[in-house]
């Protein structure tokens, strides 16, 4: 069964940025659906962006502009480029896979966002 494994979180000033990274067990080419999510404390988790097999990316309203999903299939990696964070970007950070039946998610990386 496929794994993931978030990396890249940390604290960071506003306005600054950071690059998280899904590392998969096994080659992205078969899953159509890859995705990062976030839950902030007392929040509910909420997808920031998504990326397909295909190539087409989705965004949340409140990152539009400032980041950018992107998977490397040769590298069985997903990215997130996180660039001009503000404090509401604080949260854990989750990788997903959606493949078949399967819904598949990372163990989640820290963002912190403050001066």
């Known amino acids: 069964q496929l794994q993931l494994v978030d990396s890249g979180g940390g604290l960071v000033q506003p306005g600054g940025s950071l690059r998280l990274s899904c590392a998969a067990s096994?080659?992205?080419?078969?899953?159509?659906?890859m995705g990062w999510y976030r839950q902030a404390p007392g929040k509910q988790r909420e997808l920031v962006a998504s990326?397909?097999?295909?190539?087409?990316?989705n965004y949340a309203d409140s990152v539009k502009g400032r980041f950018t999903i992107s998977r490397d299939n040769a590298k069985n990696t997903v990215y997130l480029q996180m660039n001009s964070l503000k404090p509401e970007d604080t949260a854990v950070y989750y990788c997903?896979?959606?493949?078949?039946?399967?819904?598949?998610w990372g163990q989640g990386t820290q963002v912190t966002v403050s001066s």
């Open positions: 997903n896979a959606k493949y078949g039946f399967f819904d598949i």
């Open positions: 096994r080659t992205l080419f078969s899953i159509n659906f």
């Open positions: 990326i397909t097999s295909g190539g087409s990316t």
